[in-house]
């Protein structure tokens, strides 16, 4: 009897115990997954990407299709310039609909960094729409620059230098002539076992070629870190030296992790290194690095830095030795040059400023510029091309002006493994001009977006163009004035639609060109012309945004999201001329895109309501430019007082137009507001609000109401010089906005509707360094602070 009934309970017991194999199996498998995922988390937390790698391969072995471990080993790949690889890892990502934001950001710029533009322009756009406009059209716009610029080679050509190693070989200076130094991983006789980097130095040959380089000895040491790049001063009796923690394999750039401190010791006779102290202006919290002394100077150094107060990221900053000391506080060479990216491995040649970017329009990675100088004060920016420059990181370029040729270093495809190597720049075989440095490539953008580089310059005349520096947009109207500095005669200029002026110089003689725009901070520099053609020698002349004045008149959108006050005078244009006849853009059949611009008819139906203005200019624009708001309504000209303004409409309430111009705002028409117009052509209904049915009548247009304003606000602060405030960086908070009040123009965060988002803002702003940051209530008499 007892065992008839134990082998039934054996069976149920066994039975049960298979049951459960598979999900007992399963926890330590999920176990596992989660353990290396935290493991390589932190590994590429701590910028170990090698390491990292490996953790997140594991994890995969546990969970092939997980999109956090495929998007960070792209990350990772990324910041070992494996691009091939991340590629593929972020394209398994992509696979999933679910991707974050940073994965979608990711897989762009790798994109971008193989030189496929075409296809990474979609993905920034994406990335607009969906996260950040700002930075999204920004890199748009910088896709399109790349696909124009890839092939100008601005009059150089790149060598790759025999002496790179299969190791990083980097941070080329030129202490004397005939000798080249530079740092370098790779393993030689004195090799501790331990991968690194320190100077070495090769002897220079008439033609750039270097002979076998050798070990720099110096008799300094340091813990914890490694040395270099190096800078001697002109008189080499001081050097300039980072110590820093580059990882060999690792991109050298700031988003790969790495630290820097800036150096400044004697040389002694016999070339040691004494007396070694940091600079007063090292912190603890933040990088200081990539120094060079200025040429034929040894009392101003250029270096980088990410310290506080900065526009973003790394910046370039300059200081001064008095005879006593350094500068404690190092002074930013201003936003000409510095953005909200980072800005590297500065190198002053006595006229102008070079040094590399991300951030502004350029092939990809870090792209070398050089900025002119009018005094201290950087200008106009150029882009050195595309034998300087590649879909890589290209950095520490040095330059000689007198022979036109130079070093750079660059991770390119064309060097040994992923690793950074030295190129040799010269003339380009055939090229006979001597232009100044970047001249024959242009400023930042040679021509502004939208205008054709082909136009012809009539004969013996010379052009330059004007350009908002933060849209890369012409701006019309501008007023330029061109001074000869021997007698003082001046010509006065203005801009056409194109942002072009026109004028006649002497060879051989120095101007002073004058650029003032309505809305704009003026500009003022010095032009010398040389001896031959140079029928674009006034370059593109980059104007910020900012100066008190009202709105800008060019007809392109911006980057970002600052618009107007709602005022008044916002709200209602300036009265029309008598009977205005607005021009439409005729729709095509069935509803779809709208047909190109006819200027010789009016609207079929003009109806009374609200539109919303896009933008005004004194010159007819070619509305096609604007097709992209066409399906919130129709797009149309009005003219009035001498001008033509592009507007979008019509709508029967001020909501319906309030809807649209945020949405013309979000696709980067920034100064986008609402007008009341009595001829606006009727926009056409939206999927969201079909039209009504036929035979019912349409609702009577809703009264205007009164202009409205925002519940709660953050003030930012009132300045006197509005055009050094950095509006970018500001309307990171939010909706950024101005008033005008006496002498001064005070920013401000608008549209908030708590007072719990207004302290919020408030204290983001005063972590981003606006001091005098407040948050405000409305109440029936006017703003109070909470």
Do not use: C
């Amino acid at each position: 009897m007892f065992g008839a009934t134990y082998i039934p309970v054996m069976n149920h017991v066994f039975k049960t115990l298979l049951f459960l194999l598979p999900t007992l199996a399963a926890v330590p498998l999920a176990a596992q997954f989660r353990s290396e995922m935290r493991t390589a988390d932190k590994q590429l937390e701590l910028h170990a990407y090698n390491l990292a790698i490996e953790s997140y391969r594991r994890a995969l072995d546990y969970r092939s299709d997980d999109v956090e471990a495929l998007s960070r080993l792209g990350h990772a790949h990324r910041m070992l310039n494996q691009l091939d690889t991340a590629r593929m890892y972020y394209e398994r990502a992509m696979a999933d609909r679910r991707v974050d934001a940073e994965t979608l950001l990711g897989y762009a710029q790798t994109l971008r960094g193989l030189g496929e533009y075409a296809q990474a322009e979609p993905l920034f756009a994406a990335y607009a729409r969906e996260t950040d406009p700002t930075v999204g059209n920004h890199y748009v716009t910088s896709t399109r620059f790349a696909q124009q610029q890839r092939n100008e080679h601005a009059g150089f050509q790149a060598e790759r230098m025999s002496i790179n190693s299969l190791a990083a070989d980097f941070g080329a200076s030129v202490p004397q002539p005939g000798r080249l130094v530079f740092n370098s991983g790779r393993a030689d006789e004195d090799f501790d076992g331990m991968a690194g980097n320190r100077p070495y130095v090769a002897n220079l040959a008439a033609d750039g070629t270097a002979s076998d380089p050798v070990p720099l000895s110096f008799g300094y040491r340091i813990e914890n870190g490694f040395i270099g790049p190096v800078s001697y001063s002109p008189d080499g009796r001081t050097v300039l030296f980072s110590r820093n923690n580059f990882t060999p394999g690792t991109r050298m750039v700031p988003e790969a992790g790495i630290t820097l401190t800036l150096m400044v010791a004697d040389v002694n006779p016999e070339g040691r290194w004494t007396n070694v102290r940091p600079l007063p202006f090292n912190g603890n919290d933040f990088s200081t690095g990539y120094g060079t002394f200025a040429a034929n100077d040894d009392r101003t150094i250029y270096f980088a830095s990410d310290r506080p107060g900065g526009y973003g990221g790394y910046d370039i900053y300059r200081a001064s030795f008095d005879g006593r000391g350094w500068d404690a506080v190092p002074e930013n060479v201003g936003p000409a040059v510095n953005s909200r990216g980072n800005e590297i491995t500065p190198f002053f040649d006595g006229n102008s400023l070079f040094f590399s970017s991300d951030w502004h329009h350029g092939l990809g990675g870090y792209d070398v510029f050089r900025a002119a100088m009018e005094g201290r004060r950087p200008t106009t920016l150029y882009h050195m091309g595309a034998a300087v420059n590649s879909s890589r990181d290209d950095l520490g370029f040095l330059f000689d002006p007198t022979a036109q040729t130079g070093y750079v270093t660059s991770n390119r495809p064309a060097g040994m493994a992923s690793s950074e190597d030295l190129y040799y720049i010269s003339p380009a075989t055939g090229a006979t001009e001597n232009r100044p440095a970047g001249a024959d490539n242009g400023p930042v953008t040679s021509v502004p977006e939208g205008v054709s580089a082909d136009d012809p310059v009539p004969f013996g005349a010379v052009r330059g163009y004007v350009t908002d520096i933060q849209t890369n947009l012409p701006i019309a109207d501008a007023t330029v004035v061109i001074t000869r500095r021997s007698d003082s005669t001046s010509t006065t200029l203005t801009t056409d639609v194109n942002g072009a002026y026109y004028t006649s110089v002497q060879p051989y003689t120095t101007y002073d060109v004058s650029v003032d725009a309505f809305g704009y901070a003026p500009m003022n520099f010095p032009v010398t012309t040389g001896g031959g053609q140079q029928s674009d020698a006034f370059g593109n002349i980059l104007l910020l945004p900012g100066a008190a004045g009202g709105t800008v008149s060019h007809p392109a959108p911006t980057v970002g999201n600052e618009r107007p006050a709602p005022t008044a005078a916002n709200d209602r244009p300036a009265a029309p001329a008598p009977a205005p006849r607005p021009v439409v853009t005729e729709p095509t059949g069935g509803g779809g895109p709208p047909a190109p611009a006819t200027y010789d008819r009016p609207a079929a139906t003009p109806a009374p309501g609200f539109a919303v203005q896009i933008a005004s200019v004194s010159n007819r624009p070619n509305l096609q430019q604007f097709e992209n708001l066409s399906t919130f309504g129709r797009v149309y000209l009005q003219e009035a007082d001498g001008r033509f303004k592009v507007r979008l409409g019509g709508y029967a309430d001020r909501e319906a137009a309030q809807g649209a111009a945020q949405r013309a705002r979000d696709l980067g028409y920034a100064g986008s507001f609402v007008v009341t117009e009595e001829g606006a052509p009727a926009a056409r209904p939206s999927p969201a609000a079909p039209a009504p049915a036929s035979g019912t009548p349409a609702p009577p247009p809703a009264p205007a109401p009164a202009a409205t304003q925002a519940a709660f606000r953050v003030q930012l602060g009132a300045f006197g010089k509005p055009e050094n405030f950095d509006r970018e960086r500001a309307a990171t908070l939010g909706t950024l906005r101005t008033e005008k009040r006496g002498e001064l123009t005070v920013f401000f965060i608008d549209d908030l509707t708590s007072a719990d988002q207004a302290r919020s803002v408030r204290d983001r702003a005063l972590e981003m360094g606006y001091p005098g940051a407040y948050a405000l209530q409305l109440t029936d008499t006017g703003y109070r602070k909470l």
